[in-house]
């Protein structure tokens, strides 16, 4: 276990996006004459012990979500807009008490002085609530959660993309061939969709229906998983301009969003509605189940910041990519959803070519 003194940090919003910074790390290595000798075991125990439940956080949290995220997708597959607000607004007051202060002589409480200009905030609210929308709403167009755990693994590919395009970054052989491998996984995965068989012109005209909302969720997802890569470039480009302030990124992204969603009104209303309505099940446990996908995120999200910092990135990303694969292991099982061969050599590949990119990030890093 390699154990980083620095905290480094997450930012996304979904917990099948979580993209780990690298830094610099100061590491416990055994062969480095530098560090103590000495070192007990009750001196690690308490790095060990917090190592396992930050672990513990991440798959228990993680994978917690994203069952949350499925059930609500089955109970109305057009809440889209609702959970996305509910994320929003959640993230929004838990962060805000830490950027509010209050003057002497004052009882209204003014925001902390920022780090980064306004609108330097403003166009990444755009993108992140733009793809983040798209991402909620490719399930009510029969995207499986099956495909769309794959999907969101593939960002890989378009980072490396825009990474050679606008930051003119140059990646290893190794890393171009676990980008490679990723992309075949996920147009194996995509179009591993069973196909029905027609039996007269009706059953055609409805399976020509189907495979268009397909097309049209598939198409979301990838627009979805473009702005993500986007959106992580201009927060790069960010940090490395004003400093690592990551929790002012994440609180005014989420609070600026806020009021775009006067526009998306009877849609939430909707959601909202469907979830206190649901024949299936009572209102209260719908909104158990609301309450526990954005509780669940914030666990998700501390787990993932707390593991990153005490372990290497390289360990984090793996950590993620098995995460994924527990995620996408419990929504075959427990939702019984649609599983096949086609599917299951495109998962792998994607999670293969995930696990081998950060290995040879990791291998890139150490040759510099």
């Known amino acids: 276990m390699v154990v980083r003194r620095h905290n480094a940090s997450v930012q996304n919003n979904s917990p099948d996006d979580y993209t780990v910074s690298n830094g610099a790390s100061a590491k416990f290595n055994g062969n480095d004459p530098s560090l103590d000798r000495g070192f ?8 060990i012990i917090d190592y396992y439940f930050a672990l513990s956080l991440v798959m ?36 805000l008490p830490t950027f ?22 403003a166009f990444q609210v755009v993108v992140l609530l733009t793809g983040t929308l798209f991402n909620n709403w490719a399930f009510a167009y029969s995207v499986p959660l099956t495909l769309l755990i794959v999907f969101r693994s593939a960002g890989l590919a378009v980072s490396m993309l825009f990474g050679v395009v606008f930051l003119k970054k140059r990646y ?14 996920v147009v194996l995965a995509t179009l591993s969709r069973p196909k029905a068989t027609p039996t007269s012109s009706e059953s055609t005209a409805q399976t020509s229906e ?36 990551w929790k002012e990124g994440v609180f005014y992204t989420h609070f600026l969003s806020l009021p775009m969603f006067l526009l998306l009104i009877p849609d939430i209303k909707q959601g909202y509605t469907s979830l206190s309505k649901d024949p299936s099940s009572s209102a209260p446990l719908s909104f158990l189940i609301l309450g526990l996908n954005l509780i669940s ?5 501390s787990g993932v ?3 990153s910092s005490q372990v290497s990135s390289v360990s984090t990303n793996l950590v993620l ?20 061969a086609q599917l299951s050599i495109g998962a792998g590949m994607v999670f293969l070519g995930s696990a081998l990119f950060s290995m040879a990030s990791n291998v890139k890093a150490k040759k510099h």
């Not at 007990?40 to 790095?47: K, N, R, Y």
């Not at 409480?109 to 905030?121: C, Y």
């Not at 694969?325 to 599983?339: E, K, Y």
């Open 40 to 47: 007990s075991m009750t001196q690690a125990a308490p790095i």
């Open 60 to 95: 228990g949290g993680c994978c917690t979500n994203v069952w949350a995220y499925e059930q609500l997708l089955m109970l109305n597959p057009r809440i889209g807009s609702a959970l996305t607000f509910s994320q929003m607004l959640f993230i929004t007051l838990q962060s």
């Open 100 to 121: 509010i202060e209050f003057q002497q002589g004052q009882f209204i409480p003014r925001l902390k002085p920022r780090h980064v200009p306004i609108h330097q905030w």
């Open 172 to 185: 290893s052989t190794m890393q171009i061939t676990s980008v490679i491998t990723v992309t075949v996984g």
């Open 210 to 245: 189907d495979m268009q909302k397909y097309l049209i969720g598939v198409t979301m997802l990838a627009t979805s998983l473009f702005l993500t890569a986007f959106l992580g470039m201009l927060q790069e480009k960010t940090y490395k301009k004003y400093g690592p302030c």
């Open 297 to 301: 995120q914030f666990i998700c999200v």
């Open 305 to 307: 910041n707390r593991l």
């Open 321 to 340: 990519t098995a995460r994924k694969a527990l995620s996408l292991c419990i929504s075959v099982w427990w939702f019984n959803n649609g599983w096949n």
